[in-house]
């Protein structure tokens, strides 16, 4: 089959590689519809993530149908539409029981590369280095789910493979992150980025019953779609002296009750920190430019929430104090997409919520290594690449 695969730092290349097989009578084979770019994914093209191989093929968000299941599979059937979320999870171990699906104890089979890093190990992910899995990505023909009956959802009738799409990564996350805020009637959230996660995050918490939602970024059209999508009010970093001060200034000196950060480790910004950070990142003295945590963390109001949603590795200058001082609570996951699954359908299926607007671009599969390269420098207001395989 023809697949994206990552074949060194900044080179993508299409080629041919090995179908997918059953392996495990749990196991589904997936025929993909629809696969896209994440913000995430560029941390390891960029090399800031390592234990990537030649050969790779990457891509972790994703929906398609069933052709192939293994003898144990119940819930779902060949012909089925299904989306599945990001990170496998095997539906029986304590964390999955527990709903921390993407902490599941079972599907890491390469444990020995994260325990000395995180202490223990996560979830595997499709298409995400071998830190976490070197499971086989969703940019291919077809993909190995492992687990179907509890990876697999069914998509219902009247919901597009472009709604569908997104409920796999972007939507997830975006509506954990703001259920981590643990949002009042009359709060105000703060949302760094405005990327697919950003946009999808200020939507949930409008949805979750935010008064306001102030959205941050410094591109023209992701901040218009902000402002039609998801009816935030928008702050331009680069038109004002200070972030921190234009938001005590449209919240009466307070600050926001909630700031959710959809940004990342390779966050934009102005001013010396973000110079230091650019040159300690580039001497690979640290991993992280981490600008809009930093500013998230300074702006939430006293005894507010902090709810972390951009992928980090090591920071320099990380200001705890910050955090015990002002007595603020802080969440944070990969996103934990069983668990929301249902009620992203179901909010799909109303309209309530419908992310195929973040499909600014579409094609083929042929044409990945492009594809990338425009949502990465952001061309022509590309704010999700979709690969049609």
């Not at 097989?21 to 994440?38: F, G, M, Q, W, Y």
């Not at 390469?110 to 000395?116: A, D, G, I, S, V």
């Not at 996560?122 to 071998?130: L, R, W």
């Not at 069914?154 to 796999?168: I, N, R």
Request: glycine residues 12%.
């Amino acid at each position: 089959m023809r697949a994206l695969y990552w074949n060194g730092v900044n080179d993508l290349r299409v080629g041919s590689v090995k179908d997918p097989e059953i392996v495990n009578p749990r196991d589904a084979i997936l025929k993909v519809r629809l696969s896209t770019t994440c913000g995430s994914d560029l941390h390891f093209i960029d090399g800031y993530i390592p234990t990537m191989k030649a050969g790779d093929v990457i891509g972790h968000e994703f929906m398609g149908e069933v052709v192939e299941v293994g003898s144990a599979v119940k819930r779902v059937k060949k012909g089925d539409r299904v989306v599945v979320p990001s990170f496998i999870s095997c539906g029986e171990c304590w964390y999955c029981q527990e709903k921390l699906f993407s902490l599941c104890d079972c599907t890491h089979p390469k444990p020995e590369l994260q325990e000395p890093l995180l202490g223990y190990p996560t979830a595997g992910i499709y298409g995400y280095t071998h830190a976490f899995g070197g499971y086989a990505g969703s940019h291919a023909e077809y993909i190995r789910v492992p687990h179907a009956d509890v990876d697999c959802f069914k998509v219902p009738d009247g919901v597009e493979d472009e709604t569908a799409l997104f409920l796999s990564d972007a939507a997830p996350t975006g509506y954990m992150g703001a259920d981590f805020c643990g949002i009042r009637p009359g709060d105000t959230v703060a949302v760094w980025g405005c990327g697919g996660v950003g946009l999808m995050a200020q939507q949930s918490a409008r949805l979750m019953g935010a008064e306001r939602v102030i959205a941050i970024d410094r591109f023209p059209e992701r901040l218009r779609m902000a402002r039609e999508h998801a009816g935030s009010e928008t702050l331009d970093y680069t038109q004002v002296h200070s972030v921190l001060e234009a938001l005590k200034e449209m919240t009466g000196g307070r600050g926001p009750d909630s700031c959710i950060d959809a940004v990342g480790m390779e966050a934009h910004g102005t001013g010396p920190q973000y110079a230091y950070d650019r040159v300690k990142q580039a001497l690979r003295l640290e991993t992280d430019r981490a600008q809009a945590l930093r500013e998230a963390i300074m702006a939430c109001r006293k005894g507010g929430t902090l709810s972390v949603l951009g992928v980090y590795g090591v920071i320099d200058k990380f200001p705890m104090g910050v955090i015990m001082n002002k007595g603020m609570t802080v969440r944070s996951a990969q996103q934990h997409g069983q668990g929301y699954m249902d009620r992203l359908l179901a909010h799909a299926q109303k309209g309530e919520l419908n992310p195929a607007y973040l499909a600014t671009h579409r094609f083929s599969l042929e044409e990945g290594p492009r594809g990338y390269d425009m949502f990465k420098h952001k061309t022509d207001g590309c704010v999700r690449a979709v690969f049609a395989p």
